[in-house]
Nanobody, 120 residues
Framework: QVQLVESGGGLVQAGGSLRLSCAAS????????MPWYRQAPGKQRELVAA???????NYADSVKGRFTISGDNAKNSAYLQMNSLKPEDTAVYYC??????????????WGQGTQVIVSS
């Protein structure tokens, strides 16, 4: 089974930066997209940013100009650079990937989540 492992979360003061990493491993034929989601306390999980195999990107309005998503196809990895962090960015961040495995079956996989806390 495919696994997603993410890292890079932590505690940071407002205005600071963090870089999240997500690496996929296992029987992978292709990856269609690797989006990042987040879930704040008492809130619904929301899409933050996404990158496709063609390197097109999408961002939530709340993070445009502050966050940058990038990928490394050779490493089956995606990264989320978060700058000018605000207390409103506090959440558990989840990596997600739509992956076609060696049998040709497409499935969605989730990372374990990494906590980001932004203090004021």
């Amino acid at each position: 089974q495919v696994q997603l492992v993410e890292s890079g979360g932590g505690l940071v003061q407002a205005g600071g930066s963090l870089r999240l990493s997500c690496a996929a491993s296992g029987s992978i034929f292709s990856i269609n997209a690797m989006p990042w989601y987040r879930q704040a306390p008492g809130k619904q999980r929301e899409l933050v940013a996404a990158i496709t195999s063609g390197d097109s990107t999408n961002y939530a309005d709340s993070v445009k100009g502050r966050f940058t998503i990038s990928g490394d196809n050779a490493k089956n990895s995606a990264y989320l650079q978060m700058n000018s962090l605000k207390p409103e960015d506090t959440a558990v961040y989840y990596c997600n990937a739509q992956i076609r495995d060696g049998l040709g079956i497409s499935r969605t996989y989730w990372g374990q989540g990494t906590q980001v806390i932004v203090s004021s």
